[in-house]
């Protein structure tokens, strides 16, 4: 039989990325009829500029529930996939009716430990209760759950009280056909080439690699950023605005600098990593939430301290001196993405699991 599986998909950050790829694996299955819906933070009802409305779980779970009545009154559905619980929280009643899946890539009790880093506040007592009820009734009803890492998953059993067999951790995937260099990069004369991709410049540690390359010789390393702040160039600091995801453009940067920074001071597992991985570059970030999982310290690229430019000039300086070693931490990378984080391998695990819930219903 024909399964018809309903996606709903949060638009916000690097979840717009990873629902293009999700779309992009599973759009063309020839086992399943696939329905995609899009939840956009952007997006205001008439009435969703009023205060209440205007938050932005309210304003997801109004969009979510349209799109689901649109997707059921064109056939019935199987199985649901939501990413994020977000956009499934005020949806109890469809996860009660139709089996689905819940995806998540960080727990509310870590988004709130990441606060500052987010611009993110906190509510009363009374509201983070609500809240927390709320997200508890969603991870019941949902039929089973996915994480993005180990680290969202032990979150879900200590803070939510979810059992372990409900959760499995698949890691977004890139296609990494797409991201692969075509041959083993070869050593060069000149300064070390360090890409940075992140579309909040400050958050990901934008400031701390500015610091870093300045406290380096003059010439030791050129910078290459990617990011939607506005910034101006400088000697040794060149800037790229408008460039898309998924993008030549973007994959001929990973091609053509020496490793990946991103020291960021606030993220889950941000998927700028995993392309980087792909790419077979080296990756120096900071050993916060899942990177870790990304990243492997020592084998794969290097991990430092938030907000510590003397460490991560370290960490530039000795890989900048040791090639060799830079390569096989690039190679290590490609082969981590290749096992773990491509796109189609990942996709094709959450069929499975969608397929396994609509069966036990």
């Given at each position: 039989m024909r399964h018809r599986f309903g996606f709903i998909l949060e638009q916000t950050l690097g979840h717009k990325t990873y629902a293009a790829n999700l779309r992009g694996v599973l759009g063309d299955e020839p086992q399943v009829t696939t329905v995609w819906g899009a939840v956009n933070f952007d997006s205001y009802g008439p009435l969703e500029h009023l205060p209440l409305l205007r938050n932005w779980t309210i304003r997801a779970g109004r969009q979510c529930r349209r799109q689901l009545a649109a997707m059921h009154r064109a056939g019935p559905l199987d199985a649901l996939f939501f990413h994020t619980q977000t956009v499934a929280v005020l949806t109890l009643d469809w996860l009660q009716r139709v089996p689905s899946i819940v995806s998540l890539d960080a727990t509310p009790v870590q988004i709130d430990r990441m606060a500052a880093a987010y611009?993110?506040?906190?509510?009363?007592?009374?509201?983070?209760?609500?809240?927390?009820?709320?997200?508890?009734?969603?991870?019941?009803?949902?039929?089973?759950?996915?994480?993005?890492?180990?680290?969202?998953?032990?979150?879900?059993?200590?803070?939510?009280?979810?059992?372990?067999?409900?959760i499995s951790v698949i890691a977004p995937g890139v296609a990494t056909d797409f991201w692969r260099r075509a041959e083993t990069p070869s050593e060069r004369p000149g300064p070390l080439r360090v890409l940075f991709v992140g579309g909040d410049f400050w958050r990901k540690g934008g400031a701390t690699l500015l610091a870093a390359a300045r406290a380096l010789p003059e010439g030791t390393v050129e910078l290459h950023i990617v990011s939607r702040t506005e910034l101006n160039e400088q000697p040794g600091v060149m800037v790229y605005h408008g460039v898309q995801p998924n993008s030549v453009e973007l994959r001929a940067l990973y091609h053509h600098c020496d490793l990946f920074c991103l020291p960021t001071t606030g993220d889950c597992m941000p998927l700028a990593l995993i392309e980087a991985a792909a790419a077979g570059l080296p990756v120096i970030?900071?050993?916060?939430?899942?990177?870790?999982?990304?990243?492997?310290?020592?084998?794969?690229?290097?991990?430092?301290?938030?907000?510590?430019?003397?460490?991560?000039?370290?960490?530039?300086?000795?890989?900048?001196?040791?090639?060799?070693?830079?390569?096989?931490?690039?190679?290590?990378?490609a082969a981590l993405a290749a096992e773990q984080f491509d796109a189609r391998r990942n996709g094709r695990r959450l069929l499975a699991l969608l397929s396994q819930v609509a069966g036990q219903h």
């Amino acid at each position: 039989m024909r399964h018809r599986f309903g996606f709903i998909l949060e638009q916000t950050l690097g979840h717009k990325t990873y629902a293009a790829n999700l779309r992009g694996v599973l759009g063309d299955e020839p086992q399943v009829t696939t329905v995609w819906g899009a939840v956009n933070f952007d997006s205001y009802g008439p009435l969703e500029h009023l205060p209440l409305l205007r938050n932005w779980t309210i304003r997801a779970g109004r969009q979510c529930r349209r799109q689901l009545a649109a997707m059921h009154r064109a056939g019935p559905l199987d199985a649901l996939f939501f990413h994020t619980q977000t956009v499934a929280v005020l949806t109890l009643d469809w996860l009660q009716r139709v089996p689905s899946i819940v995806s998540l890539d960080a727990t509310p009790v870590q988004i709130d430990r990441m606060a500052a880093a987010y611009g993110h506040s906190t509510g009363a007592a009374l509201v983070e209760r609500l809240k927390a009820t709320l997200h508890r009734a969603c991870y019941r009803a949902a039929r089973h759950l996915v994480t993005w890492s180990q680290w969202t998953a032990e979150s879900l059993m200590t803070d939510y009280g979810v059992p372990a067999a409900k959760i499995s951790v698949i890691a977004p995937g890139v296609a990494t056909d797409f991201w692969r260099r075509a041959e083993t990069p070869s050593e060069r004369p000149g300064p070390l080439r360090v890409l940075f991709v992140g579309g909040d410049f400050w958050r990901k540690g934008g400031a701390t690699l500015l610091a870093a390359a300045r406290a380096l010789p003059e010439g030791t390393v050129e910078l290459h950023i990617v990011s939607r702040t506005e910034l101006n160039e400088q000697p040794g600091v060149m800037v790229y605005h408008g460039v898309q995801p998924n993008s030549v453009e973007l994959r001929a940067l990973y091609h053509h600098c020496d490793l990946f920074c991103l020291p960021t001071t606030g993220d889950c597992m941000p998927l700028a990593l995993i392309e980087a991985a792909a790419a077979g570059l080296p990756v120096i970030s900071t050993a916060l939430a899942a990177i870790p999982e990304v990243v492997r310290d020592g084998e794969s690229g290097l991990l430092v301290p938030p907000d510590d430019a003397r460490a991560l000039a370290a960490a530039l300086h000795s890989l900048g001196a040791a090639p060799e070693r830079r390569h096989a931490l690039g190679a290590r990378a490609a082969a981590l993405a290749a096992e773990q984080f491509d796109a189609r391998r990942n996709g094709r695990r959450l069929l499975a699991l969608l397929s396994q819930v609509a069966g036990q219903h």
